[in-house]
């Protein structure tokens, strides 16, 4: 083999190459790494070798296929391995205690990748340290994972998933024994101890005596009992649920929450929701949508839209394929369908989530115990219903990761944490699962669509209402694509030292004045009379938010899993300030003004978001 690949002139790609063929097992990916360096495909190689996948707080997220950037066996195994490491150091009672291990059902023939089979893999590493595995005997929605840690006191937990990304991608999402997702700073340790423990140990490959091992449970049956167990507590009408004729269709997306919706809106006694039949199982192509993530709205949802008008449906539910999102479409009179954003939907179950507490909370003192929580980028719609409500809302850093941990926090301290939520279409209603659960969400605005319809209202006229009572928020977010991460920090660079001067931001944005500047990457913020941001900050990412006089907030940051800058903007109006076609307007042409002052995508070769 060294004779092949010396003429690449890299001596450290052909070291990385060499150590790959040295350490893989899967035939299939020794054979596409092998073919490469006979066809001296050095581009190709470099993009397989030249850097590891980066463990993040959110885990792992890459394409299937050979190679140290790549999700296969090997990277699986060397993964779990760093991770196995970090718990023994982390946890005195690890083999007392064990892990749960989770997947989905994405696969990859050509390199021989799947989420089945690198949860093996996981297991099997573990297993040879002597540590129990709780691992599914099959396909599970993301949350029964954190679900599992919490209700049997495990260590950590694992997920092996992609959620809504393209086909061809797989990842490897982290629990730890608060049941959320890891934070800062468990992703430097673990991704320190994955570079220390690159050979895989000597039981590592041996998954099938692994499966065999006394060490070895399924968890299936029993999380699956009391899962439905426990979000049968945020059950408040099932008298309603049971007698209710309104029609709801639902779609899994080609993932796995098909028979995991059925069985929730069975525990709520609601009539089980229509199901779309080319995409209720399981398919790791996903053949009948571009991208399985029904945040982008019609296109994914166009089954169900006609499974809907056939049926004489009025809504649609839509979960992501590891079921940990939930998108909601409703008919319209002009029998259009409106797509709910995520904020709009995190205003509804927000409500709904308060309005049925306080049924069966009449005294008004016990609500200073109430905590809701959404993160800095979502509508602050649950500060405006805190404030005249009574109870206390909180904001945290972007992703479910901040909020999981924060509501554990608050939970320990005895307080109710009753909602949380981000723009993304992730939602915590139950907090037996300290992240996102598209599940037990879905069954939750089920009885919600349910108890509108007896008080002949819908989702559409509950949502006006509810703006009319604690103030018009109006949102649009979207994104640019860029590959290119010189192009990305320049673009963030120039924001800093606006004008061309050093550590100076802007001040105007088109016609509109800034009021205050928060960069949560260098740690700035205006506001505040120290101009230090209160909320945690880091270097790895970018992060500017802008508070305009008019009463508009922008955020712009980049995607920690996706090649993406995403901006949110929202503009909040008293309650009483009901011009909702002046609003509009004016958040339309904010909008335009940072697209064309701040992104600049022409100059910056940006590729706008695909309607």
């Known amino acids: 083999m060294e004779d092949v690949l010396t003429p690449t002139g890299d001596t450290i790609l052909d070291q990385a190459v060499r150590q790959w063929l040295q350490y893989d097992r899967n035939p299939k990916t020794i054979s596409m790494v092998q073919d490469l360096v006979k066809k001296g495909a050095v581009e190709a190689l470099r993009e397989c070798f030249s850097s590891r996948m980066e463990f993040g707080t959110a885990g792992l997220r890459a394409a299937m296929g050979p190679g140290i950037s790549c999700m296969n066996d090997l990277t699986v195994i060397q993964t779990t391995q760093g991770f196995c490491c970090y718990l023994e150091q982390s946890f005195k009672d690890l083999k007392e205690r064990g892990v749960v291990i989770g997947y989905d059902a994405r696969a990859h023939p050509p390199s021989g990748g799947s989420s089945k089979r690198f949860a093996s893999l996981a297991a099997a590493v573990f297993i040879s340290r002597g540590v129990p595995v709780h691992l599914f005997s099959d396909i599970t929605p993301t949350p029964f994972v954190p679900f599992t840690v919490s209700h049997l006191g495990l260590c950590a937990g694992v997920m092996v998933t992609a959620s809504h990304n393209p086909k061809q991608d797989n990842g490897y999402k982290v629990y730890w024994e608060s049941g959320a997702q890891i934070v800062p700073p468990h992703d430097v340790g673990i991704s320190k101890a994955i570079k220390e423990n690159l050979e895989p140990w000597p039981e590592a490959w041996n998954s099938e005596e692994a499966l065999k091992s006394p060490l070895l449970k399924d968890p299936y049956q029993d999380t699956f009992t009391q899962y439905f167990k426990a979000i049968q507590k945020h059950c408040h009408h099932r008298d309603i649920n049971k007698s209710s004729e309104v029609k709801i269709v639902h779609t899994s997306v080609h993932g796995v929450g098909h028979a995991f919706v059925q069985s929730a809106f069975k525990a709520f006694d609601l009539p089980p929701p229509y199901a779309v039949d080319q995409q209720k199982d399981p398919d790791p192509e996903f053949p009948t949508v571009k991208y399985p993530n029904p945040e982008e709205g019609k296109g994914v949802l166009t089954l169900s ?31 259009q369908w409106r797509v709910f954003s995520g904020n709009e939907l995190g205003a509804l179950l927000g409500w709904w989530m308060f309005h049925c507490w306080k049924e069966q909370n009449p005294d008004a003192a016990v609500v200073k115990n109430i905590y809701m929580l959404s993160s800095t980028v979502s509508s602050k719609i649950l500060r405006a219903i805190a404030l005249k409500e009574g109870f206390h809302f909180e904001e945290t850093l972007t992703g479910f990761k901040w909020m999981g941990n924060r509501a554990k926090d608050l939970l320990d301290q005895g307080k109710t944490v009753l909602f949380a939520f981000e723009e993304a279409i992730g939602y915590m209603c139950c907090n037996s699962v300290l992240d996102k659960d598209g599940v037990s969400a879905a069954a939750i605005a089920g009885e919600m669509v349910a108890y509108l319809a007896t008080k002949t209202k819908s989702l559409s006229q509950q949502l006006t209402a509810i703006f009319e009572e604690y103030g018009y928020h109006i949102s649009k977010n979207s994104y640019f694509i860029c590959h290119d991460q010189d192009v990305i920090c320049s673009l963030f660079e120039r924001l800093r030292n606006f004008g061309g001067k050093t550590e100076s931001y802007p001040t105007k944005c088109g016609r509109f004045s800034i009021s205050a500047v928060r960069d949560l990457t260098t740690g700035y913020d205006s506001s505040q009379p120290d101009k230090k941001a209160v909320l945690p900050t880091s270097n790895s990412s970018q992060m500017i938010t802008f508070s305009f006089s008019n009463g508009g907030v922008a955020t712009m940051r980049t995607s920690g899993t996706e090649p993406k800058i995403k901006y949110y903007t929202e503009l909040c109006a008293a309650p009483g300030n009901s011009d909702v076609t002046h609003l509009k307007k004016e958040l339309d042409d904010l909008v335009d003004a940072i697209i064309d002052d701040f992104f600049e995508p022409i100059k910056n070769k940006l590729q706008p978001k695909q309607e």
């Open 305 to 335: 839209f006609a499974l809907a008008v056939t049926e004489g449906a009025s809504v649609v539910l839509a979960n992501d394929p590891d079921a940990d999102r939930l998108a909601i479409a409703e008919r319209q009179d002009s029998g």
